[in-house]
């Protein structure tokens, strides 16, 4: 299970930690990626986490504003993003991948978290 904390509601400019919290298994041999869907729009990928935290990627509209990172023996994942924008509004899921493949691929991913909603005001 997968439990994401942390959304809310913040100014353009502003910064929020997201967290999400792994049970019921041990993901630290697994990779996690951050996901997040805008309304009325398709999901998207936002950035990934290789299962030991040695390679990290984003995507570009999040690169050098967004930070992942994770801490396996808390089994949880983390999401700091700073400088947030009006379009970084959405819910932001968190997702895992029992393989440990690296990978931007939403379908690919076998656990997701039922999300949690970041709204950024202008």
């Known amino acids: 299970q997968l439990v994401e904390s942390g959304g809310g509601l913040v100014q353009a400019g502003g910064s929020l930690g997201l967290s999400c919290a792994a049970s019921?298994?041990?993901?630290?041999?697994?990779?996690m990626g951050w996901f997040r869907q805008a309304s009325g729009k398709g999901q998207e990928f936002v950035a990934i986490?290789?299962?030991?935290?040695?390679?990290?990627a984003y995507a570009d509209s999040v690169k050098g504003r967004f930070i992942i990172s994770r801490d396996n023996a808390q089994n949880t994942v983390y999401l700091q993003m700073i400088n947030l924008k009006p379009e970084d509004t959405a819910v932001y899921y968190c997702a895992a991948r029992r393989d440990g493949a690296y990978s931007s691929s939403m379908a690919s991913y076998d656990y997701w978290g039922r999300g949690t909603q970041v709204t950024v005001s202008s």
């Open positions: 986490i290789s299962w030991n935290g040695g390679s990290t």
């Open positions: 019921g298994r041990t993901f630290s041999r697994y990779a």
